[in-house]
Structures are given as C-alpha cells and as structure tokens.
C-alpha cells in the first residue's frame, strides 16, 4: 500500500468468522515478535475487542482524524504483548482527498511492522477502496453455497471498483449499464466490456486492464474435511473466468476451530500455518520467538456458525469476553442487524469461573439458540 509504515493485510467475509481470523491471525505474529495493530472496522455489534477481553475503545480512529484525540488514545493495547487495537467507523477507510492523507500518515507513524483491518462485508465503497490499497487482501469464506456467492460477489465488487477508479465518468457510466445488462454467456464478463471499451478508447481500456491486476487470497474457515478446499477452487476459477482476476488458496481453517484453548492447539497451528504462507519468505523467519511465545493473549473462545432458516442466511457468534468482564454473549446477525443478543455470566457455569465448565456453558448457549432459530423462535426481519 506504502513503502513507509506497516504492511497492510485486509480481510473480509460476511458471516464466516472474518472476524476471529483476524483476531487470531494478528496475535500469531505478534507472537512472532512482529509488532502489530488491528483495526476493527467491520460491522457495528461485531467488535474484534471483545476477542481480546478488553473494554470497547473509547476513541476511534475517526476521533484521531477530526483532533478529537492523539495515537496514544486510539491505540488500545490487549493482553497480548506486541498488539494494539484500534477501532474504525469503516466511512473512515475511504482514501479521499485530505482524509486519506491524514491517513496514510497516521499509518506511516504507526510502530507495528504489520497492520490487520478486518472490513467485515465491504458494504461501504469506502472499505473497498481500503482493501484494494492494502498489501494482501484476503477473503474468508466458509463451504456452503451461501458463503461462498458472497466471497464471490465481494471479489467482483472489488475488482470493478478498482477498474472503476481508472474510468472517467462516461465510461463509468457504461460500466454500469454493461453491468445490468449483460445477460448473454457472450457478453457477461469483464473481459467482454474492455473489448468493448477498447474499440472507442483503446489507452483508457488498457489504463482499466492493469487496475484489475489484483491478486486475492481465499481463506476457507469452518472445514469439514481436506476436501472443503474446494471452495476456494470454485471462487478462483469464477474470480479467473468472470472477472480475469487472480486468487489463490491460502489456508483451511477446521470446522470448530473457532474454539481455541491455547497457543498450542490445532487451530492454532492451522492459523499459524496460514500466517506463515501469507508472509514473504524474509518475514517468516521468526517462528514464536522466547519470551513473546510465553505471553499467551486473553482472546479465549468464541463460536461461529451460518444457519438457514426459511431461506435466510443468519450469523451466530458467541463471544467468551475473559476475565475482564466474566461473561459469554451469544449474538444472533441478520445482513450486519442483531437479531438477538444473549449474555450469561460466569456463574451460570457448573464450576463458576473453571475453564472446562465455561467452555460447556458456551456451546449449550450457543448451540440452544441455533435450536431456537431452527425452531422459528427467532424473528426474521423479511424484505418488502
């Protein structure tokens, strides 16, 4: 994104566990003894601080923009040794004029070598633009249909927003309309409207070409077995045919692996796995060195899982908050809207604060309200 200042990995997802990913993705290399700082700027009700078992900022980044507050007071440190956080109103990531400078100098003067922005769903052009700035852009998807027509769906957006910025506004205009109206197998990718474009403005349609020589990573979360790679396989190819775009596999992450005990655990190890390919080759040299490795962060569980109930596609996160304030919550999201919202205390656990009786508190609470949805307990908001 910028040759001073951190390397900026984006990652998003919709309702995929984008979230946790990142979370856990920044305390391995701060293991790694490589300064870090994540930035939350994913839906509102999803904040990355309640993985960490700190308090929600007081202060954004947009606090820091408008001279509302200095870097010490965004930047929120956790209990793992070498990561901040900051929160983000994703409006915030646009690269705009002024803003974007102001930006781009908070983030050249930030002491991390590595910053993490989780940008959720990308739902606000703003994000867009961030992810297709930063130095790796990785996309989180789990393997079943739903999930992975939004992986695709977002890569598509990404990757005419780019194109679009290179267009000025006629053929912008253009752009758009080839959009809504390419129906036939002949005329539906990208490929077919710089053909078309380069009839009339052949340097324009090249200066549009090299913009979308991107090139994503696809993380599949929540895998049942080796063969769920396959959802990655099917995106490329789409991402290759459709919009002439390159991505590539870059991890699996297995189905409960969102319910991490410790540094040491199996998905642990499958995220460090990840980390480690994502990483240049010089980067990757320092495997949890003495010291950091031995200071494991307060990021305890948390429980992810898609349900479709009457042909919609629900979220629902449990959250351990850690001994910071003792207490699970489980949340139930609908396109970015909380539906229902959980909380049960330590107490309520068979054995108070044990960890064993706390992680059994939280899958009955979690998996009780996928049986609730399952039973049409949970109001569904439904379109008009």
Request: charged share 25%; hydrophobic share 40%.
């Amino acid at each position: 994104m910028q040759s001073a200042g951190p390397r900026i990995w984006s990652i998003a997802g919709s309702g995929a566990g984008h979230g946790f990913l990142t979370a856990w993705m920044g305390i391995d290399l701060a293991r790694r003894g490589r300064p870090v700082v994540v930035l939350d700027a994913g839906a509102p009700g999803r904040g990355l601080h309640a993985y960490f078992g700190i308090e929600r900022p007081r202060f954004t980044l947009g606090d820091l923009l408008a001279g509302r507050a200095d870097a010490g007071q965004v930047l929120v440190k956790t209990h793992q040794r070498g990561l901040q956080l900051v929160a983000v109103t994703p409006e915030i990531l646009g690269a705009e004029a002024a803003r974007g400078e102001r930006l781009a100098a908070f983030f050249a003067g930030v002491a991390a070598v590595h910053m993490l922005v989780d940008i959720g769903g990308g739902e606000i052009p703003g994000t867009l633009d961030f992810f297709n700035l930063s130095d790796e852009g990785i996309v989180v998807v789990s393997p079943n249909p739903a999930s992975m027509q939004g992986a695709y769906r977002f890569i598509k957006r990404a990757v005419y927003r780019r194109v679009e910025g290179e267009l000025g506004a006629g053929a912008r205009a253009r752009l758009s309309h080839f959009r809504k109206t390419a129906t036939s197998p002949d005329a539906s990718t990208l490929d077919d409207f710089l053909g078309l474009l380069r009839k009339t403005d052949p340097e324009l349609s090249e200066a549009a070409a090299a913009a979308r020589r991107a090139r994503y990573r696809i993380l599949v979360n929540q895998a049942g077995s080796e063969e769920d790679e396959r959802a990655a396989e099917i995106i490329r190819r789409a991402a290759e045919r459709f919009l002439g775009v390159e991505a590539s596999f870059c991890g699996l992450i297995h189905v409960g692996g969102n319910d991490i005990e410790g540094p040491e655990s199996a998905t642990a190890r499958e995220v460090r796995r990840v980390v480690t390919g994502i990483l240049r080759p010089e980067d990757a040299d320092a495997e949890h060195p003495e010291g950091l490795g031995s200071a494991p962060a307060t990021l305890i569980m948390g429980l992810n899982d898609n349900v479709e109930f009457d042909g919609v596609e629900l979220h629902v996160q449990t959250e351990d908050f850690g001994p910071a304030r003792p207490s699970l919550t489980t949340q139930v999201f609908q396109e970015g809207r909380i539906l229902l919202s959980r909380r049960s205390d330590y107490a309520a656990a068979p054995g108070g604060r044990d960890r064993k009786a706390v992680m059994e508190l939280m899958r009955k609470q979690h998996f009780g309200v996928i049986r609730e949805i399952e039973e049409g307990k949970v109001k569904i908001v439904r379109r008009p």
